[in-house]
């Protein structure tokens, strides 16, 4: 069946430093990536994305490594705030338009 | 901006009830998404339609059921509410076709049964 995982349940980092936030998946056909924020008591809300035919994108802060070769997915946020103190959900969209999630990452920053 | 919007953020229901869940988004998007958030077991599909009056089954879709008969409303049903059922909601739309595009999510609507 499909699978998305997170290598870390938490992550704690202090402010300024860097973070990385890790995913492996299981469908190889896959192909398009995102990675989402889930402030508590809100809706996920998206970060930013990767289409297969990519290794790295960057945005805002944000920047999502791809390596299919592995299957392993990643997030880089630079310079860490206080407001990046959220849940991480990385997801793929599978067959027939369906998108899976990951079981999520904690991310806590630590003033 | 996308729109998903959510009927209520908190529900409190008794067990044996029959409950409606309500989503509309406003961006004309074909695809709707029913999830439940749990602790620890992170986004789990419900159901997901890709038209009016078209559902597919998700991976949990055991005492739910959904109804669109509107291209901008997908609503989740709970024929019988249980304790079990007492989770985070969320609902997301998306388009169809490519490229991809994300899926938009709802704030979600926190149902306790009791």
């Known amino acids: 069946g499909e699978s998305v995982g997170l290598h870390l349940p938490t992550l704690s980092v202090q402010e300024g430093d860097n973070s990385i936030i890790n995913c492996a998946y299981s469908n190889s056909a896959s192909d398009y990536f995102i990675w989402y924020k889930q402030e508590s008591g809100k809706g996920p809300q998206f970060i930013i994305d990767i289409r297969s035919n990519m290794d790295k994108r960057q945005g805002q802060r944000v920047t999502v490594l791809l390596n299919k070769t592995v299957k392993h997915l990643s997030l880089q946020i630079a310079a860490t705030q206080p407001g990046d103190s959220a849940v991480y959900f990385c997801a793929y969209q599978g067959n027939g338009n369906q998108f899976y999630f990951g079981t999520g990452t904690s991310l806590t920053v630590i003033p | 901006d996308v729109k998903v919007t959510q009927s209520s953020r908190y529900l409190v229901k008794r067990t044996g009830e029959k409950v409606f869940l309500e989503c509309v988004q406003d961006m004309d998007h074909e695809n709707m998404f029913w999830y439940r958030q749990d602790p620890g077991l992170g986004l789990r599909l419900i159901y997901f339609?890709?038209?009016?009056?078209?559902?597919e089954k998700g991976d949990i879709p055991e005492g739910y059921s959904v109804s669109r008969e509107k291209k901008e409303r997908f609503s989740l049903i709970l024929e019988s509410a249980s304790t079990n059922q007492t989770s985070m909601y969320l609902c997301?739309?998306?388009?169809?076709?490519?490229?991809?595009?994300?899926?938009?999510f709802g704030q979600g609507t926190r149902l306790t049964v009791v």
């Open positions: 997301a739309s998306s388009l169809i076709g490519q490229p991809n595009t994300e899926a938009f």
């Open positions: 339609s890709y038209d009016v009056k078209m559902k």
